[in-house]
């Protein structure tokens, strides 16, 4: 692939949506030159099953404004995907896939494992049943607190001596 991927990976109702959240938070703040042109969150709540390429496309059109691709139809999704393509060889951004599990389209997968140089790929996705259809460079798994740890976190954004961000241990 020509571009990096990092994964996140657990059951459901783990944080990794949170945890993406706050990825693309974090560079979207950070001081100086920004890494990405722009941010697409794109979660599976947002498409339609038939359709995940083109619902991609269209997301990326309109983050970035770039409206003759999401006035394109569907039948012309040669023209929109390299189109898209050649915009992000231009623009990098960093692309949020959000439950990438039920994301179950081939043309999407092949399309991803080719975006360009410099855009940068985030998915969140359940434990794969199988071998993955996009082998991430980084895969962070995910589990879940102890009980303990998770009533002293919960104590200690009740009382306010954790502010939202600023966990170290």
């Known amino acids: 692939p020509s571009s990096a991927s990092d994964s996140s990976v657990s059951h459901s109702g783990i944080g990794k949506s949170t945890l993406a959240l706050h990825v693309a938070n974090a560079y979207a703040n950070a001081p100086g030159e920004p890494a990405f042109r722009s941010i697409v969150w794109f979660a599976a709540k947002d498409g339609r099953r038939s359709t995940w390429l083109d619902e991609l496309l269209n997301k990326i059109g309109a983050t970035f404004d ?3 691709i999401t006035q394109t139809a569907p039948v012309d999704i040669g023209w929109k995907s390299q189109a898209v393509r050649l915009y992000l060889e231009k623009y ?7 439950s990438f599990d039920d994301m179950d389209d081939p043309e999407l997968i092949r399309w991803l494992k080719e975006v360009p140089r410099g855009t940068r790929l985030l998915i969140t996705t359940g434990p794969p049943a199988g071998s993955p259809a996009i082998e991430p460079d980084r895969t962070v798994w995910l589990d879940g607190l102890e009980r303990d740890d998770a009533l002293e976190l919960i104590r200690r954004f009740a ?3 954790v502010a939202s961000g600023a966990l170290s241990d």
């Open 66 to 68: 770039f409206d003759v």
């Open 92 to 98: 990098p951004a960093l692309l949020v896939l959000d």
């Open 159 to 161: 009382d306010g001596s």
